[in-house]
T-cell receptor, first 114, second 111 residues
Framework: DTGVSQNPRHKITKRGQNVTFRCDPI?????LYWYRQTLGQGPEFLTY????????KSRLLSDRFSAERPKGSFSTLEIQRTEQGDSAMYLC????????????FGSGTRLTVV | DAKTTQPPSMDCAEGRAANLPCNHS???????VYWYRQIHSQGPQYIIH???NNETNEMASLIITEDRKSSTLILPHATLRDTAVYYC????????????FGPGTRLSVLP
């Protein structure tokens, strides 16, 4: 297993465009998390899935953001009508469905909105 | 909000032990202390976690005070590759509870 994979690594987009990121978790991990990180700050929680069910969403996840995990494997995070404030690193993590278990993070997708 | 406080930055000489402190004075009985680190341009990496006993693995040691209100992460022989931001997080052992990251401690290992 190669760990958590995120694509693309970098994305530059014009304000107002839509973007979609993909996360492939570790295959046996049924929990999947999305975080956002801006410069100089720690990662902030956005949303999480258990299998295909989206169980929690942060208030940071505005209605321009949508996340899916259609078959309980990979996940996508879409941002519609991007704004400059969306510029950040978007991190995906996965874990087993077990208490007292840490996350494995991917390397992230760095989004720049110009 | 993060339930921990950490110094914003620390320096350590290469080959020496790096001792990173963390205060979690409001920790409750079912909350574990986790440590992650983030090397520039990468995602956070799990290091170690513990409840009340001291823990050691191949990366580091975790010393938790008896009252559990603070802890110290020890990197016994710091190398230049240990330069990173280190995050101390407390989390309950409940299903679905997420990790809440603070700003962490930026450790610089100096040659």
């Amino acid at each position: 297993d190669t760990g958590v994979s995120q694509n693309p690594r970098h994305k530059i987009t014009k304000r107002g465009q839509n973007v979609t990121f993909r996360c492939d978790p570790i295959s046996e991990h049924n929990r999947l998390y999305w975080y956002r990180q801006t410069l100089g700050q720690g990662p902030e929680f956005l949303t999480y899935f258990q299998n295909e069910a989206q169980l929690e969403k942060s208030r940071l996840l505005s209605d321009r953001f949508s996340a899916e995990r259609p078959k309980g494997s990979f996940s996508t995070l879409e941002i519609q009508r991007t704004e400059q404030g969306d510029s950040a690193m978007y991190l995906c993590a996965s874990s087993l469905d077990r208490v007292n278990y840490g996350y494995t993070f991917g390397s992230g997708t760095r989004l720049t909105v110009v | 909000d993060a339930k921990t406080t950490q110094p914003p930055s620390m320096d350590c000489a290469e080959g020496r032990a790096a001792n990173l402190p963390c205060n979690h004075s409001t920790i409750s009985g079912n909350e574990y202390v986790y440590w992650y680190r983030q090397i520039h341009s990468q995602g956070p990496q799990y290091i170690i976690h513990g409840l009340k006993n001291n823990e050691t693995n191949e990366m580091a040691s975790l010393i938790i005070t008896e009252d559990r209100k603070s802890s110290t992460l020890i990197l016994p022989h710091a190398t230049l590759r240990d330069t990173a931001v280190y995050y101390c997080i407390v989390r309950a052992d409940n299903y679905g509870q997420n990790f809440v990251f603070g700003p962490g401690t930026r450790l610089s290992v100096l040659p």
